[in-house]
């Protein structure tokens, strides 16, 4: 098989369900912000795989926990206890409000396994979950139906049942959806997909005490918030309110795949042996990749950095607005995952602009069809913010 860009583009084009549009680049090895393609030409990557790298490619530490750990046992089913996943269980525990933890292979996995057990917890005729429009939780059939978005549901109706969708910072709305049936609120604290639009913090408040005057569990999806992404470990801890169930995936395991869903002991028992399971989960590489992604962002100065260098992302980005303000009207976003909104001129063109970032090199994209999107590896520098933002006025310039 030719190894260029082209040859392999060509070669997957042929195999490959047309499920993605993909950029024409064969990424072939990556170290730090930096992505190499078949080519031989280099990306500045401000995507991380989509909030997964964040601690850029092929962290040398990561690298070496996954060496050492195929090397030791990379299998064994969930018959048996492994070291690795312990210890992922016990650092996720001691760092959060929770008390339990289920390990999966996958965002919509822990989605799935949330909503499971929320259904359980609740108990008999109480299944329905309220999520949000604007909302992404994941392609399974649950958690497709519980994504408040109508374009991913198109085609694979009927929807399942049990899933209703508010209009967005509207609590009198959520309110009105709530009756016996309901077991759930399931938000994420920011929407990612849905276009870097952050939950406003009295919204947010207020869907907690929804729950709370409804008996009904608030599930967090922080399966692109969590893990140092917004400058706290989990977006919640900044935002003042507490879930009863959360969910992590996307950068646990440093680009292995991985994902946690975590709740308080009172909900968690109700999962009981058999209740709930999986083949991969928990896989002892994948949980000590995370095992070791979460030592390195629990280290001391590591979340103060991300937060120090956000504060200088964002003064970039509001340059950028003042200096076009015919394309953007403002920036959005916390911490690490931030977003230019695009004046409806911006949005016209968002697509070409992300287009001619990636021929200039340089790797972000177009959320929500109203912002450009931008996830840098948490480990990013100032002089590659810099770069970057040259990179985005250039571009911008030509619109
Ligand atoms: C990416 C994402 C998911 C889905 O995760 P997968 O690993 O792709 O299944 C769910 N929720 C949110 C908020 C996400 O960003």
């Not at 996958?106 to 989605?111: L, M, R, T």
């Not at 994209?365 to 999107?373: E, K, M, P, S, Y």
């Amino acid at each position: 098989m030719s190894l260029s860009n082209q040859g392999l583009a060509t070669a997957s084009d042929e195999v490959f369900m047309g499920t993605y549009a993909r950029y024409p680049a064969a990424m072939i090895s990556g170290r730090g912000c930096r992505l190499t393609d078949a080519d031989g030409r280099q990306y500045l990557d401000f995507l991380s795989g989509i909030a997964v790298c964040s601690l850029g490619h092929c962290h040398p530490e990561v690298t070496r926990t996954i060496q050492e750990q195929a090397a030791k046992l990379v299998h064994v089913s969930n018959l048996y206890y492994t070291e690795p996943q312990t210890e992922l269980a016990r650092l996720l525990v001691a760092n959060s409000f929770a008390d339990k933890v289920f390990l999966a292979n996958s965002g919509a996995e822990v989605n799935e396994a949330a909503i499971k057990l929320a259904r359980i917890a609740a108990g008999p005729g109480r299944y329905q979950v309220i999520s949000l429009a604007g909302s992404f939780h994941g392609r399974t059939l649950a958690t497709v139906a519980a994504t408040g978005q109508p374009k991913f549901h198109e085609g694979f109706e009927p929807m399942p049942d049990g899933f209703v969708h508010a209009p967005f910072g509207d609590l009198a709305a959520v309110k009105a959806l709530i009756n016996e049936k309901t077991c759930a609120i399931l938000c994420e604290p920011l929407q990612g997909e849905g276009g870097v639009r952050p939950l406003p913090p009295e919204y947010l408040s207020g869907l907690r005490a929804l729950c709370d005057q409804h008996e009904l569990f608030l599930i967090m999806d922080e399966i692109q918030t969590g893990m140092g992404r917004t400058g706290t470990l989990f977006a919640h801890e900044q935002l003042g309110v507490t879930p009863d169930i959360m969910t992590l995936a996307k950068a646990l395991g440093s680009g292995l795949p991985i994902g946690a869903m975590l709740a308080t002991k009172e909900i968690a028992t109700a999962f009981t042996p058999g209740t709930h399971g999986t083949t991969f989960g928990g896989n002892p590489v994948a949980a000590a990749a995370a095992v070791t992604t979460m030592k390195i962002m629990l280290d001391d100065g590591f979340l103060p950095l991300v937060q120090s260098k956000t504060r200088y992302l964002e003064a970039q980005l509001e340059e950028l607005v003042s200096r076009f303000p015919k394309l953007l009207t403002g920036v959005r976003g916390l911490g690490m995952i931030q977003g230019l909104v695009l004046s409806e001129a911006g949005v016209a063109v968002g697509g070409a602009i992300v287009k001619r970032m990636f021929e200039q090199g340089c790797l972000i994209n177009f959320a929500g069809n109203a912002v450009l999107r931008f996830l840098p590896p948490l480990i990013v520098e100032e002089s590659d913010i810099d770069e970057f933002a040259a990179i985005l006025s250039q571009v911008l310039n030509e619109f």
